[in-house]
């Protein structure tokens, strides 16, 4: 797009005298190293989701803020991109990005996560037109191309190129397009002039270079085009920067202060504005523009890190957050926050004056002509703070010649222009005017001296370092030892003090070893010290430094106790650490700005703390400042309210009223998904049929109930990682938060409706809100459906009232049986009764036949005897039938017990005989998409079905074994036998087995199932063993009367239980997703020692281990 000429500019250094100032460098830079794919930007653009979108050499860039997505072409893929030089970007309405390239056009479809490649002359590859050098998307869906050999008008929805359109750019170099809604107008800008077209594309106008003449272009290579909030309409030549004047077809002309003397200065190649109206100007150098003059310029600096990367500037674009973004040709991506935090810094610079003698910087003050005497651990420097340069520096006399100056704290004495000096030797003497520096206490105090304070006129405080404190009367030349009459404090004098402030006619002094308060007029003393009981108590005994605000209020900096406010009337403290937002509790220094805030330095940046609201705004080296480090003692605040901290890389100086916080959270978005841990790409075969960045739901299976997600925070501002926190509704009611990581996982999460949320936050600490919300679907096991189980409860329902009406039918047959066979024995019986009547009467008539009869009456009764005996017989026969009936009954029910047993081995046949027919189908290729995609559905549907009728089998087949008997296992046989198969899978690992010492344990059991518990819990270990540790495998056993208990433990991966506790040994859970599994060893663990008459319970801790006991039924003894 703008600003790709090929031009190589070489910029000479500036004369010392410059016309032009040279502008504040705040800039961060991204490279290679940071993953940018190439250094040579050519065009960049933002998206509407807010990603930033980078052109380069080799390859098209996506950045987050953070990271960088590198799309490149590959060889044989049409989905990819055409060309890996990318000249020009452009957003159409639809949110496509639109990619020119050295060998034409693609479309990055958000949807889709791919390319597609529109190439004008695919056959002749090296033609000019078919590089795109600049893009325009107009409102009616064309795209205006620009190309090294005119322009292009290009229709998406045929796809066709229009050559003809704009006949005029024909044999130029077309390098930019704007249009001018108000005028309804595009303006084009070629290197052969500037061309004028209406909406229509009609020419209507074309400029060229009118030498000399009051209103004409100067120069017909037109690099750039640009129209700012005011209207106005700016045009990049190769001879510097022009105003076009729409209404009046003329053009007004700014010269460059630097065209003069630098060669290529006036070449300006891209241009944009910021938020608050200013121009910013890609060229030899960048530069700022407003009012009809440029402001200043923007050199790079080898020494100062924040300066731009490069002098050859070729692009510019501004995001939604008002940061600008400079791309180079050479030296990669420069990104400009105009809001930025204007910390001012100076180091140490290797070119001579310009920077300090030396980095460490321990001391800080400013001098009465406005200069700043800056303490070092090797020199006093003299800094002017308006050319931002070393004046002077000065060193130890040639008394100490072998020493270095070390300047620990420097005071400036009451009417001279003296100070004094807090060094390493001792207490010395600094005299402004000639630069000569001396030793008063030479001989007499010849220690290391923290700190000097300032008693009266004529009198100062000396801080020594293991010595206690002096008073020196340089009027008088005495110098005195503070002591103390009271014996408990007589170690006062060997103290190493660091800190001292006089109130009134008190004196606190802070030491290594805790807070002393010394009354000066009666020579008492105090102590406070660090009492680890009591909350109140000093935080800690190591002071660094004491400060009294304008309240009244004492504040304390200590070495690892953080800040600390005295309560005078308790006598007690208020600490503020880690808990209340300090980054770091080791506080060097405390100042107070104007507006009644304190600010802090410490090993962690600098904080800035309300005591109102008691909060702390953090600053640290991203923000700008010298280093996170700061140094005891360096720190000062200027009459004008400036304030200055000195580090360990050097010195920070601004105005708190210009530090302002920034608060607007950042946009955040989901960029990727993961299943167990592989990043899932979109496509029609996949859960994500389109980009995560497009989907607002997923649907899931029950077995894909391990999942993540990896968000970004659209944050420009800084370079600091944005913290995030989540929460998947359904699952949990309250938010998580891991810092700034942004890969967030959940594992074997029930079926059911879900929504996940993610936020980021500023740096301040504001939430974006709502975030980011997933809706994610797990669907059921299809057994679990509601209508399949009303379904199966129905068909168990009709088959019972199946058997039933058999069992009533076959009942009602049988009992009309018997009454029929009773009937008939009744009727006999009944009839052989009148018999019986006819001969007793027959008898009394025939007297003379009695013998005779009676036998007859005694065989009659021996035969009635025997019907009754026949007929106990039947009714007992029936009572058996009826017995056999309720076995068979039971019988019928153990079938159906059976049922599913017998139903999940008849499937297999099916299953083999249903995938031995997929088998044999034709290549997947000979078929069109529809069939391709229904025969791998039916594939990957059976591999499911057959796993699933797998699993069941193997459990029934342990169900079936229930209640059979068992008899005596040996333990220690089976375990030696599992550790023998399982150690060289250990040996691998380095995990190592800590085994029982017995000999014969024997249990009740079956072998298989022994082997299988112990077979699968060893292997459970070892695949979950411990990587940053030595991992182990421990097996005990513990022998009861009537148990025998086996504990397996190891210090692997472990289980987070709080999640798990409830469905540990249920069916196809997982709690690990970094290994492959099926979640069911542990079912099957259960499923066999229950078995077998057994327990099993489980315990573990996430990153700790495991530990699981089994209870085995003890083989009882044997009496002899």
């Known amino acids: ?176 397009f704007l249009v001018l809604p108000s005028k309804q107008q595009i303006l084009i800008a070629t290197q052969k002039g500037l061309l004028l077209y209406n909406q229509q594309l009609e020419l209507l106008h074309q400029f060229h270079q009118a030498d000399g003449q009051k209103g004409s272009l100067g120069n017909e290579k037109v690099n750039s085009l640009f129209q700012d909030s005011q209207q106005r309409v700016w045009v990049g030549t ?21 065209s003069e003397s630098e060669e290529g200065a006036s070449t300006i ?63 990669g991506l420069n990104i400009y926050n105009p809001t930025a935090y204007p910390f001012e810094y100076m180091g140490l610079f290797t070119s001579g004056k310009r920077g300090l003698g030396n980095s460490f910087v321990t001391a800080i003050q400013p001098t009465p002509d406005g200069k700043l005497l800056v303490g070092t651990a ?27 100056l070390w300047v620990l704290g420097i005071l400036p004495q009451p009417n001279k222009n003296q100070y004094w000096l807090a060094t390493m030797q001792g207490v010395g003497v600094y005299d402004y005017p000639s630069g000569e520096i001396a030793y008063p206490l030479a001989g007499r105090l010849d220690i290391r001296v923290n700190r000097i304070e300032l008693l009266s006129q004529n009198e100062i405080l000396i801080s020594t370092h293991g010595d206690g404190l002096y008073r020196y009367n340089h009027v008088q030349n005495t110098l005195t030892k503070i002591t103390s009459a009271d014996p408990h404090y007589a170690s006062f004098s060997e103290e190493l003090v660091r800190a001292t402030l006089l109130l009134q006619d008190s004196l606190w002094i802070g030491t290594e070893r805790g807070l ?55 006598h007690s403290f208020t600490t503020y650490g880690l808990d209340e937002g300090l980054p770091n509790q080791v506080i060097y220094g405390i100042m107070q700005d104007d507006a009644g805030y304190l600010w802090c330095s410490s090993n962690v940046g600098i904080s800035r703390f309300d005591p109102e609201e008691e909060a702390f705004l ?91 997600v990896r968000a970004a925070a659209l944050d420009y501002s800084t370079t600091q990682p944005s913290k995030f926190r989540y929460c998947l509704d359904g699952h949990e009611s309250s938010w998580r938060s891991q810092g700034t990581l942004a890969y967030f996982n959940y594992t074997s999460i029930d079926p059911g409706w879900y929504t996940l949320q993610v936020q980021a936050a500023s740096r301040n600490g ?6 980011r919300r997933l809706v994610i679907h797990i669907r059921q096991p299809f057994w679990l459906n509601r209508g399949i189980q009303v379904a199966s409860i129905a068909v168990f329902v009709g088959l019972l009232f199946f058997l039933n009406f058999l069992y009533n039918r076959n009942r009602r047959y049988r009992t009309e049986q018997l009454e029929k066979l009773v009937g008939e024995r009744t009727r006999t019986i009944k009839a052989q009764t009148e018999e019986l009547a006819t001969a007793h009467e027959e008898m009394e008539l025939q007297n003379e036949e009695l013998t005779l009869t009676a036998e007859n009456l005694e065989s009659s009764n021996e035969e009635l005897r025997q019907l009754k005996s026949s007929l106990e017989f039947q009714v007992q026969n029936r009572t058996a039938e009826l017995m056999k009936a309720n076995q068979e009954l039971a019988e019928q029910n153990s079938q159906l017990e059976q049922f599913a047993f017998i139903t999940a081995h008849n499937l297999k046949a099916p299953i083999s005989q249903f995938q031995g027919l997929l088998s044999i189908f034709p290549p997947a290729h000979t078929f069109d998409d529809y069939t ?75 072998p298989p199932y022994v082997h299988s518990i112990l077979h699968n819990l060893l292997h459970n270990s070892i695949k979950y063993s411990a990587t940053g540790r030595e991992p182990w495998v421990r097996i005990a056993i513990d022998v009861h009367d009537e148990l025998v208990e086996v504990v397996v433990e190891d210090n692997g991966m472990g289980i987070d239980m709080e999640m798990a506790r409830e469905k540990v040994f249920k069916l196809y859970q997982r709690f690990n997703t970094t290994h492959p599994g099926k979640g069911f060893g542990l079912f099957l663990v259960k499923t066999q020692i229950e078995a077998m008459g057994g327990s099993v319970s489980l315990s573990s801790e996430l990153d700790q281990g495991t530990a699981v006991y089994l209870h085995f039924i003890r083989m009882p003894e044997i009496p002899d």
């Open 1 to 176: 797009m703008r600003g790709t000429l090929l031009i190589l500019l070489f910029p000479s250094i500036l004369f010392a005298q410059n016309p032009l100032p040279k502008g504040e460098n705040r800039f961060s830079r991204l490279s290679i190293e940071d993953g940018l794919s190439q250094v040579g930007v050519l065009d960049i653009v933002q998206d509407r989701k807010g990603f930033m979108w980078i052109a380069t050499r080799d390859g098209l860039n996506r950045y987050d803020g953070q990271n960088f997505v590198v799309y490149r072409k590959k060889r044989g893929d049409t989905t990819s991109l055409n060309h890996n030089r990318i000249w020009s970007l452009a957003q159409d309405l639809e949110g496509n990005i639109w990619v020119g390239t050295n060998y034409g056009l693609a479309k990055y479809s958000y949807q889709t996560n791919r390319f597609t490649q529109y190439i004008p002359f695919r056959a002749e590859p090296y033609d000019l037109r078919n590089t795109i050098r600049t893009i325009y998307c107009q409102q009616n869906g064309h795209l205006l191309l620009g190309t090294e050999n005119g322009a292009w008008v290009f229709d998406p929805e045929t796809g066709s190129f229009d050559d003809e359109a704009l006949t005029a750019t024909s044999g130029s170099f077309v390098s930019d």
């Open 238 to 258: 190769d001879d510097g920067l022009y105003q076009y004047h729409p209404d009046q077809g003329s053009f007004t002309f700014f010269p460059n202060p630097l």
């Open 269 to 331: 190649l891209d241009m944009e504005e910021d938020d608050e109206g200013k121009l910013w100007i890609a060229a030899s150098y960048l530069y700022s523009f407003q009012d009809g003059h440029y402001v200043a310029y923007f050199p790079h600096d080898g020494e100062d890190k924040a300066s731009i990367s490069g002098d050859y500037v070729t692009c510019i674009s501004k995001s939604n957050d008002g940061v600008l973004w400079m791309g180079s040709d050479r030296f």
């Open 378 to 404: 090797t020199t006093l420097d003299l800094v002017s703070l308006e050319d931002q340069r070393r004046l002077r520096s000065y060193k130890n006399p040639v008394r100490f010649r072998n020493n270095p």
């Open 516 to 570: 002393y308060v010394y009354h000066l007029p009666t020579e008492s003393m105090h102590k406070f010290v660090h009492d680890p009981t009591d909350p109140t108590s000093l935080p800690e005994d190591y002071i660094k430094h004491i400060f009294e605000d304008s309240s009244g209020t004492l504040w304390l900096g200590t070495w690892g106790g953080g800040l600390a406010r005295y309560n005078p009337i308790s």
């Open 618 to 708: 953090n600053f640290d080296v991203d923000d700008g400042l010298q280093g996170n480090e700061f140094n005891t003692g360096a720190f000062h605040k200027r009459q004008d309210g400036t304030l200055f901290f000195g580090g360990v890389n050097g010195l920070n100086w601004f105005h708190p009223t210009k530090i302002q916080p920034q608060g607007m959270p950042p946009t955040t978005v989901i960029t990727e998904f993961y299943l167990d841990n592989v990043v899932v790409e979109p496509g029609p075969n996949s859960v994500l049929p389109r980009n995560i960045l497009e989907t607002d739901t997923i649907e899931l299976n029950w077995r894909q109930n391990n999942f993540a």
């Open 766 to 771: 504001v939430w974006a809100e709502p975030g």
């Open 932 to 1006: 391709r995609e229904l025969i791998s559905r039916l594939h990957g549907s059976s591999e499911d079905l057959k796993g699933v009728v797998t699993d069941l089998n193997l459990i029934l087949d342990i169900k079936k074994g229930v209640g059979q008997e068992f008899h005596e296992v040996n333990l220690i046989e089976h375990l030696n036998k599992v550790v023998k198969s399982l150690r060289p899978e250990a040996n691998k690992k380095n995990v190592s087995f800590i085994l029982p010492s017995h000999k014969h344990v024997p249990v009740l059991g079956f």
